[in-house]
């Protein structure tokens, strides 16, 4: 009988595919992507956000919509907003319903968060939006987390909104400034 | 012993090639981070590629003043120069860097940024400035001085 000598594991051996395994380890530390939702079929109703996406993080974005016609009239991006409300004269103001959305585009990318990743405030319990505008005496907002009003006080001007969006107190998120026209 | 030289070379090349094709098809690479953006002047161009005013050694603009139309916009193309002289465009490097435009009256002119340019828009008639900020993620790599900007209705 013949007994095979096994030869002690040399160090070499060990050291490649440990080297390969580190490799791949380190692949997936690329931090955490934003979560993207599913296309819906074409033709198909968008279906509501799932309670992940509806979540207020420090990079969540804010769609302002025009409630009666349903027109985005501005959408913030990062550092700053594309489009401007304009606010016309009278009461009746400019009637506003605010959307958020987790669908972090790019720099370079300034498209319109689309439609399916949008959610509301009403979704989240114990959240609240504080819509501040800078100069209140040339403009006024009334309304809620989910939607208002703004209303001009002074013809011909222009000022800024801020949105700040809390849980209970604690300040979760901040856009920038929106610039506002008063008709 | 050559056949198990050769194994070994077989096993090493096999592991520098398979770590390669792992580290291809990694969505992430490890500490990709683009460089700072080194720059010597900036240029404020219209959209047909016209100069309407730059920098000069990054300390004042050639121009006094810009005008912008009121309720109405200016499309620019803001661009670099490098320390050699050649100008340059962001939108063709990194996807982390963006323009800014500080505003001392905020309310008065909105930046809106595109994709290698932007819109400056005038809100309130008047006389305020601003500055161009290359950002690059979470600070500034380039700050141009002060420019005063005019908002006035547009001439006929």
Known sequence: MTLSRRRPISFRRLALPSVLAFALAACGGGGDAAPTAPSPAPGTPAPAPSLDLATIRTTTEMIVEDSITGAVVAYSHRDH??????????????????????????????????????????????????????????????????????????????????????????????????????? | MAWAFLRRRALVVAAVIGGSAALAGCEHPIAVVSPHVEAQDLLVRDTSGRLLLRTIDNTTWSDGTLEIPLDDSLPVMIRLVDFRGQEFDLADRSREYSIRMQVENAAAVQWEPRRAMGWLRGFVPGTTRLRVQVWHTDHPDFISPWLTVTVRPRTP
């Open chain 1, 81 to 183: 907003w594309h489009g401007f409300p304009v606010v016309p004269s009278g009461a009746a103001g400019l009637p506003l319903r605010l959307w958020f959305s987790n669908e972090l585009r790019d720099a370079d990318d300034h498209d319109i968060p689309a439609r399916r990743s949008w959610f509301r405030l009403d979704a989240l319990r114990d959240h609240n939006v504080r819509v501040v505008v800078a100069d209140t005496t040339a403009a006024r907002w009334e309304g809620t987390g989910s939607g208002g009003r703004l209303v001009s006080l002074r013809a011909n001007s222009a000022t800024l909104v801020s949105f700040v969006i809390r849980r209970g107190t604690t300040t979760l998120n901040e856009r920038p400034p929106l610039n506002i026209v008063l008709r």
